[in-house]
């Protein structure tokens, strides 16, 4: 830098306040309480944490089955399940986690940008999380829970 030079504020977020609020804690403790408003949910919602809403609660989205119990509280013409009980449990949450993703893009003509990838649920990186969870709250918001 040289002397005399004029620093110019940005605004990016190396130099944004800190916000509670946006926290992925934060985000995950008010998506389980708008989840809890989702019906038939109350089991899947026992699954997690208080204590660690973040962990607990992707770990219950990645089997599967939560994802569709959200997208048929919207009450759609056809129902979204996984025949096969007994399977694989890795492979019932991909198959579930697929048809979920293929009703958001076919039945209810979401972008793919809206959208997440089975990767993204399954991986261990919070990014992938946090495209996630923005499906599920779309879905409560659109079925009016």
């Given at each position: 830098?040289?002397?005399?030079?004029?620093?110019?504020?940005?605004?990016?977020?190396?130099?944004?306040?800190?916000?509670?609020?946006?926290?992925?804690?934060?985000?995950?403790?008010?998506?389980?309480?708008?989840?809890?408003?989702?019906?038939?949910?109350?089991?899947?919602?026992?699954?997690?944490?208080?204590?660690?809403?973040?962990?607990?609660?992707?770990?219950?989205?990645?089997?599967?089955?939560?994802?569709?119990?959200?997208?048929?509280?919207?009450?759609?013409?056809?129902?979204?399940?996984?025949?096969?009980?007994?399977?694989?449990?890795?492979?019932?949450?991909?198959?579930?986690?697929?048809?979920?993703?293929?009703a958001c893009l076919?039945?209810?003509?979401?972008?793919?940008?809206?959208?997440?990838?089975?990767?993204?649920?399954?991986?261990?990186?919070t990014t992938g999380?946090?495209?996630?969870?923005?499906?599920?709250?779309?879905?409560?918001?659109?079925?009016?829970?």
């Open positions: 830098m040289n002397s005399g030079s004029t620093v110019i504020a940005t605004a990016n977020i190396i130099n944004q306040k800190a916000d509670a609020s946006r926290s992925l804690y934060q985000i995950c403790v008010a998506l389980r309480q708008r989840l809890r408003q989702v019906p038939n949910f109350e089991e899947y919602l026992a699954q997690v944490d208080q204590m660690d809403p973040v962990d607990s609660l992707w770990a219950m989205l990645k089997t599967g089955l939560p994802l569709l119990t959200i997208y048929n509280a919207l009450q759609p013409a056809e129902l979204l399940h996984v025949d096969g009980a007994g399977q694989d449990p890795k492979k019932t949450a991909k198959v579930a986690t697929f048809r979920f993703v293929q076919k039945e209810l003509n979401m972008p793919s940008a809206d959208c997440f990838v089975i990767s993204d649920l399954t991986g261990n990186d999380f946090v495209k996630v969870r923005f499906s599920p709250v779309q879905f409560v918001g659109q079925a009016g829970i």
